[in-house]
């Protein structure tokens, strides 16, 4: 998770979206989050700590005798760190396939956890778990699952909907609307005539929730059609022919694509492209090739060059 954070910590610096990232890094600690639908860790929320090119100031063999700086070196009960930063962002990486790899970051501003930390106060207790549950939607609770601290609107609980929407593929249904035969476009008089075919659609309503615990517990049914990532994946090139692509379901551990070469493609480096693209919308290429065992195996940049005329 935090290679993946990294990588999109990395991906920013030298562009105009990422301006304020030069002078960032990734904080040593990582928050967990959890969803009411995953078992275990959901996501890990990175916290982003400024550098700086100014000298250093080491703390001297008198002021570490007296314990000048005990109270900004001592870790919070639990483990959790102190506040580190000054709001200069945050990347949250996602701990399975259930999201984006990269569902929510920030280059400006304090991490969710921090900013539900500051709205619970010390008169509330203390957050002892964090969950998402939307794109900008997060919950603090107690460690008796009480909701002490809310960042962003709580989704609404929709009903009429099943967890797999594949149980709604019966057919196409056609909705016709006539008006009565003695309307006109000059005096449109009279209801409509109303005629359905095929399959009726899923009536969808407002669930009315009373309580945060009510809440979690209707979570997974009322979200799911809308939580589910499932990815597509298309394949180009020459190689396409040679290979056999497979997606391995690995629950609880991330799905994985298996590519496995079956043929010798009649070209000795045939190229290979995956475009694998989630159900959020976000497209990832993975480029590949297939040569044949024969050929050298190192890179033709390593190899040493050959050149016209000589032994």
Known sequence: MRRRAAQRLESLRGTKLGAEAATVRLAPEACPIHRPDIDGVAY???????GSSAPLEFITARAAALGAFDREQRPRPGGRPPQLGAGFGFVIASAGPHDFPIPHWSLDGLPPSRVLEQRAGDQKGRIAR????????YVGEDEQGERIASLG???????????????????????????PSDSTEEN?????RVERTGPVPPKLET???????????RYADAFGPFLDDRAKIDAQGEAVGS??????ERAPAAAAVEIRAITLPASPRADLELTITYAGGETERLRFFVLSR??????PAARRPWMEGTS
């Open 153 to 179: 609107d709580l989704p609404r609980v929709l009903g009429g909907l099943p967890h797999d929407l594949r149980r709604q593929r019966q057919g196409i249904s056609s909705l016709t609307a006539r008006p």
């Open 44 to 50: 890990y929320e990175f916290e982003l700590v400024g």
């Open 188 to 192: 449109p008089t009279g209801e409509h």
């Open 243 to 248: 290979v056999e692509i497979r997606l391995l």
């Open 130 to 137: 964090v969950l998402k549950l939307d794109a900008l939607s």
């Open 207 to 217: 669930v009315e929730v009373k309580s945060w615990q009510e809440l979690k517990a």
């Open 294 to 299: 024969d050929l050298p195996s190192n890179p």
